[in-house]
């Protein structure tokens, strides 16, 4: 196509990079943009699990709170004494967190209702309310209503019940109801920050919404009783799990997350701007796109030097050749590339000068090229090889006379390699620069070697062959091996106790921050024990520190015989040692089967102290997750209260 093999390489080179880039960067942004979203989607998926999470910790301490009033002694005097002036006084201390409380016997008549800290003489009688029956279903136990709380309360609010029997026997005492507005649940959900412009939206089970706005915004928490607003956006709101879509809310775009809060039997809607949805996703893309742009640049820059470099060498190669075979002798002009041009080069000026001095003959020529150092083959234009040197020879352990007719192909290993190279070694006009290959020898060794290749054309441009020259690079290979041998034992060593082999401190935190990241994806059971060896130190000022390093690798043993090899062992320094237990059994069969191989050491060794181990024992809930630290904090708390345990006994 191109009279220019400079022209050729320079637009083949820059079109390749170009076409590779275009590919792959569609590819990568294509992917970029779905990451991003996808990412922005578990964000809102993140909060409005939060959201979940905080109501119900909400209404479980406000539960908690109703049961430690209901329990307070003032209640049952006023169920035997009926001092109802005391029960009004307790009931009124708790009137910022429970506006609205009342009592109510078993024929279901109110007896005294406290609203907002005043006694109401407007009281009613509930014996033939279904709430009745379903509070007394549950005896001395807080029971929460929704659709009830309108039975109290005019404004929107959680109902919580509970009917108290006497303490001695079964009989019926008196129901305690009381009812706390939404606004003392979801107030702190404004706290909650998810992206400028933000806001959430909660439905409950009697139609009513309420909006959260972040603080920062100045908008209140609003509650609108029996709103049709959201019911449209809110009938799409899956039973389980999330769901997402794009919809214009109050005339804005908007990206919704919907939800279902099952505890509650709440509609859960997370409202966010779509400019903000795609805000990341917008600077993305036009840095993406500024890079690649850049990247071009630059690749086309590189192309047309590395054209350059390759072509003016052989041109200047080509048109000496052309005058040698002229007779008339001439040297091309000194190269500084120590690549394998550069080096064909110094041999061919080399050559020109030897044959200005003697006569050119053939000998001569074999002689220049037995002298290199590197393996030369020439080959025709159909791939058979017609000339090596002794190089070759010596590295293949082939004769001359076993490689002469012989294609190429015959000494070049077929590996994942060879299939990445573009040399076919079947004579095209081609040319090959630091290729890797793998050459075969005669006995079957395999000698890495860097391959470079130029094609020979005649007078008229027919293609007569190739010049291959390799260099064998088996040491530097070999150093490559060492060192990566070298990093691996490094990192081995890093990470490992040299007392007890065990994981140390620093290998022991980096498995298991993995291992619980897995448990998290998994829902696996994850058991964290910390161990502390007891009376090391006795052991250590009485029968010196070689046997307290024996006690120290006895107990490293037992817990590797005790525990299984998928758990974590590690030692964390001096006598503290942790475990990891990835779905084991129940956490009482750990602990016996840990105390019944101390048993087991103890009864078999005849020293002045028995091997003793406190040890403290959590499990991963899934539910509230804690981090590494935090098992380890609590783990080790269990430990210390074992340790004092051992010491009051």
Request: charge should be neutral.
């Amino acid at each position: 196509m191109f009279k220019s093999l400079k022209t050729t390489l320079l637009f083949s080179h820059t079109g390749i990079i170009l076409l590779t880039n275009i590919l792959l960067g569609i590819i990568f942004y294509f992917f970029m943009m779905d990451s991003i979203t996808a990412m922005k989607q578990e964000q809102l998926q993140f909060t409005a699990e939060h959201i979940a999470a905080h109501i119900q910790s909400e209404l479980q301490h406000k539960s908690k709170t109703f049961q430690s009033i209901a329990d307070g002694p003032e209640v049952m005097h006023y169920l035997t004494n009926y001092r109802e002036l005391a029960v009004y006084s307790y009931l009124e201390q708790f009137k910022d967190t429970f506006p609205s409380a009342s009592l109510i016997n078993e024929k279901g008549d109110e007896e005294i209702r406290i609203t907002a800290g005043q006694l109401s003489e407007d009281l009613r009688d509930f014996g033939t309310n279904p709430f009745l029956q379903r509070s007394l279903s549950h005896p001395n136990k807080v029971t929460i209503f929704q659709k009830e709380s309108a039975l109290f309360s005019q404004q929107p609010s959680f109902l919580f019940s509970i009917a108290k029997y006497h303490y001695f026997g079964d009989k019926f005492a008196t129901l305690l109801v009381a009812t706390v507005p939404y606004e003392k649940i979801l107030e702190n959900l404004r706290d909650i920050y998810i992206a400028s412009s933000t806001y959430m939206i909660l439905a409950d089970q009697r139609g009513n919404t309420i909006t959260v706005h972040h603080r920062s915004s100045g908008e209140a928490l609003s509650i609108n009783k029996n709103s049709d607003t959201f019911a449209s956006l809110f009938q799409e709101t899956p039973a389980h799990g999330y769901t997402y879509k794009r919809k214009t809310v109050k005339g804005l775009d908007s990206m919704l997350a919907l939800a279902t809060i099952p505890a509650l039997d709440w509609k859960l809607l997370i409202v966010m701007p779509y400019d903000e949805f795609v805000k990341e996703t917008r600077k993305a893309r036009n840095t993406f796109l500024f890079l690649l742009g850049a990247f071009c640049f630059i690749a086309g820059g590189i192309a047309y030097f590395l054209a350059e470099g390759i072509t003016t060498p052989l041109a200047n190669l080509t048109q000496a050749a052309r005058l040698i075979s002229q007779g008339k002798l001439k040297e091309i002009g000194n190269i500084q590339s120590k690549d394998e041009i550069g080096k064909l080069v110094s041999s061919f000026n080399t050559m020109s000068k030897n044959l200005k001095q003697t006569t050119v003959s053939r000998d001569y020529f074999n002689t220049i090229i037995s002298s290199m150092l590197e393996s030369l083959i020439v080959i025709n234009n159909r791939g058979i090889i017609e000339t090596v040197n002794s190089s070759t020879c010596s590295m293949l352990g082939y004769s001359h006379s076993e490689l002469i007719g012989q294609r190429l192909t015959k000494i070049i290993k077929k590996d994942a390699r060879s299939e990445e190279c573009p040399f076919k070694g079947n004579g095209e006009d081609e040319f090959i620069r630091d290729c890797e290959l793998i050459y075969t020898t005669k006995d079957g060794r395999d000698i890495p070697v860097l391959l470079s290749a130029s094609p020979m054309a005649s007078d008229s441009s027919e293609n007569l062959g190739m010049v291959c020259l390799a260099i064998n690079i088996s040491k530097r290979k070999q150093a490559e091996r060492a060192l990566r041998d070298s990093e691996a034992k490094l990192q081995r060593i890093s990470i490992t106790d040299d007392l007890t082999l065990l994981l140390n401190r620093r290998g022991f935190m980096t498995m298991a921050r993995k291992q619980l990241q897995v448990a998290k994806r998994s829902g696996k059971n994850i058991y964290l024990m910390y161990a502390d060896v007891d009376n090391l130190k006795w052991v250590n000022d009485n029968l010196g520190h070689q046997a307290g390093d024996q006690v120290i690798q006895e107990t490293a043993s037992l817990l590797r015989h005790t525990f299984r090899d998928s758990d974590i062992i590690g030692r964390l320094g001096g006598d503290e040692f942790a475990v990891l237990l990835v779905a084991p059994s129940r956490e009482d069969n750990i602990l016996d089967r840990l105390e019944e191989n101390l048993w087991i050491i103890n009864k078999n060794k005849d020293r002045p102290f028995e091997l003793s181990m406190s040890t403290g024992i959590v499990r991963f809930r899934h539910e509230t997750p804690s981090s590494l630290e935090e098992l380890m904090n609590q783990a080790d708390t269990l430990m210390y209260e074992c340790k004092n345990r051992k010491k009051r006994d």
